[in-house]
């Protein structure tokens, strides 16, 4: 079955009408996980663009059709795991249980109680959506944010040029948690990503499951909302974003056959408007070494 | 109330939902005779504005907000974006 076919038979959990901007990647992100995960499920949206769109029903305008939890930006693994241990007990093995967090909630505040769930092996699946920022509150750094990134708090100016440091690749950390699975995946290639949430569902009923999904932001990075999917396009042809899987310790890398350079990527992106030619240099060597080190983790 | 495609009941007797049409600048427009009803612009349709009736592929106006991600990622080029008229 293709992955149309998938999308035409599950119903929609988030209800329309949320708040988050026009071609919105983390919403088509959300969207896709929760439907596929249906209604028997039991989400949890820690504070971010997501929570604040009012998927949690904060805002009395829309929510969703299965049970949700406005988890705090640093707890979201912690509870789901108190959560999924309680419907083990309870012996409701079919429930889905599932954490859709942004890349805040995920690399920086909630990164302890993630790491802890997963090193536990609570059977949940964790969805990160890295837009590279604390996008809600109007972009501030976070730590899977670009090197050279123009954001509110590293804005680019005469004392510095956007953010200084290299980005933290989130899903290689938590690969080494030896999880059950563990992926990155871009909207870009949706039947991938349908795939892999499938994927990651099955397996979040045998341990703990992660998916990485490239999420582009069209308001904070500063570039036109159709643009959305063809910058995930190009993140992952510039090998920014690589596509690959670990199911139970293997790796499996989507080889990339079109790849194109970081200067290719950056051109027309605001938010990179500022960005140096050893500042490009350096996050081409970022990406050359980090797609090195997969291959050789894949070749295994 | 009778609106099926979502699971739950809208407008007065149901949920209120926040009118993102009223975002819209310029809509999508699908030209029926270049689309394949290949489904690529409903799976990248951030709100879900996009839907299919047996095996054909409508747009519905009431919650497109206008990003005009399906009329770039058509590969048919079937979708083009029109001027909102009030």
Redesign the interface.
């Known amino acids: 079955m293709s992955?149309?076919d998938v999308?035409?038979q599950t119903?929609?959990?988030m209800?329309?009408?949320?708040?988050?901007c026009?071609?919105?990647?983390g919403?088509?992100i959300l969207?896709r996980v929760m439907?596929i995960a249906g209604?028997n499920s039991v989400f949890a949206v820690p504070p971010g663009c997501m929570a604040g769109a009012?998927v949690d029903g904060w805002?009395?305008?829309?929510?969703c059709?299965a049970p949700i939890h406005i988890t705090l930006l640093d707890n979201t693994a912690s509870f789901m795991s108190g959560v999924s241990e309680m419907y083990q007990r309870k012996g409701r093995q079919d429930v889905n249980i599932v954490a859709i967090a942004g890349d805040g909630a995920t690399a920086d505040c909630g990164f302890q109680s993630l790491s802890g769930a997963a090193e536990r092996g609570t059977k949940m699946l964790y969805v990160c959506y890295d837009n590279e920022g604390y996008m809600n509150t109007g972009y501030q750094r976070s730590s899977t944010t670009s090197l050279g990134s123009s954001t509110s708090t590293t804005p680019a100016g005469a004392a510095i040029n956007g953010k200084e440091q290299q980005q933290k690749y989130v899903p290689l950390i938590m690969a080494m948690h030896n999880i059950e699975y563990c992926a990155t995946a871009s909207?870009s290639n949706?039947a991938d990503l349908?795939a892999k949430i499938q994927k990651g569902l099955e397996a979040s009923k045998r341990g703990f499951a992660y998916l990485h999904v490239f999420s582009p932001c069209?308001t904070g990075w500063k570039f036109?909302?159709?643009?959305?999917?063809?910058v995930a396009r190009k993140a992952v042809a510039a090998n920014l974003c690589p596509i690959w899987e670990c199911d139970k310790g293997v790796f499996k890398l989507t080889p990339n056959r079109r790849p194109i350079t970081i200067a290719e990527f950056v051109a027309g992106i605001g938010k990179f408007k500022k960005l140096t030619e050893e500042e490009i240099a350096s996050i081409q060597s970022l990406v050359d070494e980090r797609w090195a080190l997969l291959e050789k983790l894949a070749a295994e | 109330m009778n609106d099926t495609r979502f699971v739950t009941p809208l407008g007065n007797d149901g949920m209120y939902i926040l009118d993102t049409a009223a975002w819209r600048i310029v809509r999508p427009v699908m030209d029926k005779e270049k689309c394949i009803n290949c489904g690529v612009c409903m799976g990248y349709c951030p709100v879900n504005s996009i839907y299919a009736e047996g095996k054909e592929i409508r747009i519905s106006y009431d919650y497109c907000k206008g990003c005009g991600i399906c009329a770039a990622e058509c590969p048919k080029q079937a979708i083009h974006m029109e001027q909102e008229v009030k």
């Open positions: 992955y149309i999308l035409k119903q929609n959990v209800t329309p009408g949320s708040s988050a026009q071609g919105c990647g919403e088509l969207r439907q209604n009012g805002n009395f305008s829309n929510g059709t909207p949706m349908v069209p036109a909302p159709d643009q959305s999917i063809a």
